[in-house]
């Protein structure tokens, strides 16, 4: 079964320090992953996927296949990154979304 | 801020009564979806819809229906038989049915039962 974990409920970090969400999968093929976030009082939106191999707002994510793990990272945390973050997984050519528990962010100034 | 709306913002309904959350997307999308989103549990899928007039169980289906007639709109109906029915409702929608794509969301109804 599709399973997707974040081990942090809440992360707190202090501004400039460098920031690492974790992002563990379950599943038996080659899935899509993604990172959404959701700042207060605006909705979910993609922050991005591991297919682009983007760096969105400095952060950056890198499948590692072989510990099913797609961690995100930031080297220097903002205030405005204060937010709740989900990892969520597609299988391949389906559209059933698999999300994480969320992890919210906590920048402190 | 258009292409996918969800109404109203806040819901309240007393037990044993019947509600439906509306969610309209103007992105052309194949794909829409409903979502619970609890504080500690994530986003859990209730109901998904491919194409027009067909649907599918999602994880936590009991107590809640949909329907698919019109591309762009998706309402749930929250029933009576839902046991904890308070929460936040967010609607999804995405490109192409059978794809892999970026689901978009509303802004959510937060439901609340009295």
């Known amino acids: 079964a599709q399973r997707v974990t974040q081990p942090e409920k809440l992360l707190s970090v202090f501004k400039g320090a460098p920031v690492e969400l974790k992002c563990n999968y379950s599943?038996?093929?080659?899935?899509?992953l993604f990172w959404y976030v959701q700042y207060s009082r605006q909705r979910l939106q993609l922050l991005l996927r591991?297919?682009s191999r983007e760096s969105i707002k400095g952060f950056t994510a890198d499948l590692n296949k072989g510990e099913t793990s797609f961690h995100l990272k930031k080297p220097f945390a903002q205030e405005e990154d204060s937010a709740m973050y989900y990892c969520?997984?597609?299988?391949?050519?389906?559209?059933?979304?698999?999300f994480g528990p969320g992890t919210r962010l906590s920048v402190l100034p | 801020d258009g292409g996918i709306t969800q109404s109203p913002k806040y819901l309240f309904r007393k037990e044993g009564q019947n509600v439906t959350l509306s969610c309209e997307q103007n992105?052309?999308?194949?794909?829409m979806y409903w979502y619970r989103q609890d504080p500690g549990q994530g986003l859990r899928l209730i109901y998904y819809?491919?194409?027009?007039?067909?649907?599918q169980k999602g994880d936590i289906a009991e107590g809640y229906s949909v329907s698919r007639e019109k591309k762009e709109s998706f309402p749930l109906t929250v029933t009576s038989a839902q046991k904890n029915p308070t929460a936040f409702y967010l609607c999804?929608?995405?490109?192409?049915?059978?794809?892999?794509?970026?689901?978009?969301f509303g802004p959510g109804t937060r439901l609340t039962v009295l």
């Open positions: 599943y038996s093929g080659s899935p899509e």
């Open positions: 999804a929608s995405s490109g192409l049915a059978g794809s892999v794509g970026e689901q978009f």
């Open positions: 969520a997984l597609s299988p391949r050519y389906g559209q059933n979304f698999v």
């Open positions: 819809s491919q194409i027009v007039n067909d649907f």
């Open positions: 992105l052309n999308h194949d794909a």
């Open positions: 591991h297919i």
